[in-house]
Nanobody
Framework: VQLQASGGGLVQAGESLRLSCATSGRFFSSYDMGWFRQAPGKEREFVAATRGGAGTTYYADPVKGRFTTSRDNAKNTVHLQMNSLKPEDTAVYYC????????????????WGQGTQVTVSS
């Protein structure tokens, strides 16, 4: 499974960005797809995920109500819509695939994209 994240950029606080993660490989619809981020000097942290199969979504508390993840199984793509961005959202964002169930630890995911930089200015 290969993943390619895109859509990052530089925005001002309060603006929006939409990240996309294109995947290759079979059985995309059955994988749990997660989004993580890593700011300089900090550990990689969970942001959001969508379960394979039913597509249930769940979010980290700091992004609830602002971020939405969705998946298009026909296109093997997952998205992260980020609204009302804050400077503390600045990080490299990664998409990941695996059989994580509801485990939010990075180690629960097997495949990772290369990351895309999101910078939010105040």
């Amino acid at each position: 499974v290969q993943l390619q994240a895109s859509g990052g950029g530089l925005v001002q606080a309060g603006e929006s960005l939409r990240l996309s993660c294109a995947t290759s490989g079979r059985f995309f619809s059955s994988y749990d797809m997660g989004w993580f981020r890593q700011a300089p000097g900090k550990e990689r942290e969970f942001v959001a995920a969508t379960r394979g199969g039913a597509g249930t979504t769940y979010y980290a508390d700091p992004v609830k109500g602002r971020f939405t993840t969705s998946r298009d199984n026909a296109k093997n793509t997952v998205h992260l819509q980020m609204n009302s961005l804050k400077p503390e959202d600045t990080a490299v964002y990664y998409c990941a695939a695996g059989r994580a169930f509801t485990d939010t630890r990075p180690t629960s995911y097997d495949y990772w994209g290369q990351g895309t930089q999101v910078t939010v200015s105040s």
